[in-house]
């Protein structure tokens, strides 16, 4: 079984500051990796999308790479804003499985003004 | 804009109740997932769907649960009965093939 593991579970950066976030999954077969955005009581939103055959994905101040040697992805968001405090998730998609994900537990991210 | 819909978006319910939730998935979509999310678990995958036929529900507790897509446009998720412990927030997904998931607003149960 996939287990996808996101380390630090918290962060607090400074306004303007650029941050990694990184995450971590078991089982470097994968079909795809997904990283989202949750507000405090809201559903995910999803950021990005990297398949497989991609190293990398870009949208706006964000960016994320994927390295499926060594199980790793990270989510780059550069000069942060408040407005980007939330929790961050990724989800990998097993080979084996095609679309079925697993999460990871989040990292929740404060941007400080 | 398309997006996943879920009702109700709020259940309170008394131990020993049915509980429905609803979804209704973007649509040209051909897999729908639900998920449940409490704070000691995180995100836990219940069931998912592809073309309306269930591939896989090994997450969900089946003397309790039941998932099923009456049509294209609708999945339900059931408990019966509800117990305290399934007090949690129920996540509805879709997507298209292997591809990008995206997510409704969720529906917030409390079992007392």
């Known amino acids: 079984k996939q287990e996808v593991t996101q380390i630090p579970a918290a962060l607090s950066v400074p306004e303007g500051e650029n941050l990694v976030l990184n995450c971590s999954f078991t089982d470097s077969a994968i079909y795809n990796l997904q990283w989202f955005r949750q507000d405090p009581g809201k559903g995910l939103t999803s950021l990005l999308l990297?398949?497989?055959?991609?190293r990398e994905q870009t949208s706006g101040r964000l960016n994320a790479s994927l390295d499926k040697s060594s199980g790793r992805s990270t989510l780059y968001i550069a000069a942060s804003q408040p407005g980007d405090s939330a929790t961050y998730l990724c989800?990998?998609?097993?080979?084996?499985?095609?679309?079925?994900?697993?999460f990871g537990t989040g990292t929740s991210l404060t941007v400080i003004p | 804009d398309a997006r996943v819909t879920q009702t109700p978006r709020h259940k309170v319910t008394e131990m020993g109740q049915e509980v429905t939730m609803r979804c209704q998935p973007i649509l040209g979509h051909n897999t729908v997932f639900w998920y449940r999310q409490t704070m000691m678990q995180g995100l836990e995958l219940l069931a998912y769907?592809?073309?309306?036929?269930?591939?896989?529900d090994s997450g969900m507790p089946k003397d309790r649960f039941s998932a099923e897509m009456p049509d294209a446009t609708l999945a339900t998720l059931k408990i019966q009965p509800s117990e305290p412990r399934d007090s949690a927030v129920y996540f509805c997904?879709?997507?298209?093939?292997?591809?990008?998931?995206?997510f409704g607003p969720g529906t917030r149960l409390t079992v007392l």
């Open positions: 997904a879709s997507g298209l093939g292997g591809n990008e998931q995206f």
């Open positions: 990297i398949q497989s055959s991609q």
């Open positions: 769907f592809r073309n309306r036929a269930p591939l896989d």
């Open positions: 989800a990998a998609a097993p080979v084996n499985t095609g679309n079925q994900f697993y």
